[in-house]
């Protein structure tokens, strides 16, 4: 059984930064894909970053320089970093685990087997 829990979300002025935590257990964590998502109030969930094994990283579009995706195998833990925070950013924030071992950077979320419960991210205006 694996487990994934978030951490480090809080309330933060626009501009201001935040780091992220996905501590994993239940599982060798080094060879597995870890994503991040987003969903605000009333939208769908969105991509966010993702990371692989070797440490390959796809960041979206509107996160592209300013959030940075990261993992240390060692602790079992992924992280993100956001800087420059907009209201826009606002929302719970998941990670997850790849459904198999592989390389593949993926972005749709059924390409996702286990889930974090998500932390809240608030910024304000």
């Known amino acids: 059984q694996v487990q994934l829990v978030e951490s480090g979300g809080g309330l933060v002025q626009a501009g201001g930064s935040l780091r992220l935590s996905c501590a994993a257990s239940?599982?060798?964590?080094?060879?597995?894909?870890m994503g991040w998502f987003r969903q605000a109030p009333g939208k769908e969930r969105e991509f966010v970053a993702a990371?692989?094994?070797?440490?390959?990283?796809y960041h979206a579009d509107s996160v592209k320089g300013r959030f940075t995706i990261s993992r240390d195998n060692a602790k079992n833990t992924v992280y993100l970093q956001m800087n420059s925070l907009k209201p826009e950013d606002t929302a719970v924030y998941f990670c997850?685990?790849?459904?198999?071992?592989?390389?593949?950077?993926?972005?749709?979320?059924?390409?996702?087997?286990?889930w974090g419960q998500g932390t809240q991210v608030t910024v304000s205006s």
């Open positions: 239940g599982r060798t964590f080094s060879s597995y894909g």
């Open positions: 997850a685990m790849a459904r198999r071992p592989t390389a593949t950077l993926f972005t749709r979320a059924y390409e996702y087997q286990y």
């Open positions: 990371i692989n094994w070797n440490d390959g990283t």
